[in-house]
């Protein structure tokens, strides 16, 4: 049988302002990545969704950003790798600090937006994302693109690792994701987005935007809590999970 983790990305709504469906979504996922504060979150939505995760026996990860509110740390910064260093250990020490008042473990870290996206073509930066996880706890996985720069610091510094896919982005030629700006970059079909996944999952090849077959390693797969189909297209997505038999099981420990 195939194995495969499903992520969502929650806890991003700040103070009045309410972002997704968390409360709705998190039955249907296996890991939730937790938004520490910087481009997203509060301490009172943190501390919730740390206690929403614990009580359906979520894995909890921390997802950590570039301090950008008003941008939902989706815009480029400047930051050095030093900086980021201390950025993703400081978000990290946050939501730490929920999971033991709730007595559960940290279980992942997968960075944020930009930071992601910036960390998985940056060979000094992605450095810098895996020297930060491990230096606070080399327990923890790095979730990180499939094929990206993060994925092969976190090998070379033996902290483990797992590949994620999407199952509504676009993906370009040399497996990174297709930025939002450009036409084409989300999968708004949602029959389409599953027969992509499933072939991820199975096939471990997805097709490019450009109609190029590029290989993958699906570990876990990302999907989006905060669009109104969201609740609606996670459902979809299990059951087609079951029809494939495809379980959906939390990464464990041991990824290399």
Do not use: W
């Given at each position: 049988?195939?194995?495969?983790?499903?992520?969502?990305?929650?806890?991003?709504?700040?103070?009045?302002?309410?972002?997704?469906?968390?409360?709705?979504?998190?039955?249907?996922?296996?890991?939730?990545?937790?938004?520490?504060?910087?481009?997203?979150?509060?301490?009172?939505?943190?501390?919730?969704?740390?206690?929403?995760?614990?009580?359906?026996?979520?894995?909890?990860?921390?997802?950590?950003?570039?301090?950008?509110?008003?941008?939902?740390?989706?815009?480029?910064?400047?930051?050095?790798?030093?900086?980021?260093?201390?950025?993703?250990?400081?978000?990290?020490?946050?939501?730490?600090?929920?999971?033991?008042?709730?007595?559960?473990?940290?279980?992942?870290?997968?960075?944020?937006?930009?930071?992601?996206?910036?960390?998985?073509?940056?060979?000094?930066?992605?450095?810098?994302?895996?020297?930060?996880?491990?230096?606070?706890?080399?327990?923890?996985?790095?979730?990180?693109?499939?094929?990206?720069?993060?994925?092969?610091?976190?090998?070379?510094?033996?902290?483990?690792?797992?590949?994620?896919?999407?199952?509504?982005?676009?993906?370009?030629?040399?497996?990174?994701l297709v930025p939002r700006s450009k036409?084409?970059?989300?999968?708004?079909?949602?029959?389409?987005?599953?027969?992509?996944?499933?072939?991820?999952?199975?096939?471990?090849?997805?097709?490019?935007?450009?109609?190029?077959?590029?290989?993958?390693?699906a570990d876990s797969v990302c999907v989006?809590?905060?669009?109104?189909?969201?609740?609606?297209?996670?459902?979809?997505?299990?059951?087609?999970?079951?029809?494939?038999?495809?379980?959906v099981e939390t990464f464990q420990p041991?990824?290399?």
């Amino acid at each position: 049988m195939y194995k495969i983790d499903l992520n969502c990305d929650l806890g991003e709504s700040f103070g009045t302002y309410k972002l997704g469906m968390d409360d709705q979504v998190i039955p249907y996922i296996s890991s939730a990545n937790i938004a520490c504060g910087f481009h997203a979150s509060d301490p009172l939505v943190m501390s919730d969704t740390v206690k929403l995760a614990a009580r359906f026996h979520t894995a909890v990860g921390a997802h950590p950003g570039y301090p950008d509110l008003v941008g939902f740390g989706r815009r480029n910064m400047n930051a050095s790798p030093k900086e980021v260093r201390a950025m993703i250990q400081y978000q990290i020490g946050a939501l730490e600090s929920f999971c033991r008042a709730n007595g559960i473990s940290m279980h992942h870290v997968k960075p944020h937006g930009a930071m992601y996206n910036m960390a998985g073509k940056d060979e000094a930066l992605a450095q810098a994302v895996a020297e930060a996880v491990y230096e606070v706890n080399p327990d923890l996985i790095l979730l990180a693109l499939s094929g990206s720069k993060m994925i092969d610091a976190a090998r070379k510094l033996g902290l483990r690792a797992a590949s994620e896919v999407f199952a509504d982005r676009a993906y370009e030629d040399d497996g990174s994701l297709v930025p939002r700006s450009k036409e084409g970059s989300m999968i708004t079909d949602e029959n389409l987005a599953i027969e992509r996944v499933i072939r991820m999952v199975k096939e471990q090849k997805v097709t490019s935007i450009h109609g190029k077959d590029i290989p993958i390693q699906a570990d876990s797969v990302c999907v989006h809590g905060d669009g109104p189909k969201a609740l609606t297209f996670v459902k979809k997505l299990r059951e087609a999970f079951d029809k494939e038999h495809i379980l959906v099981e939390t990464f464990q420990p041991g990824l290399r």
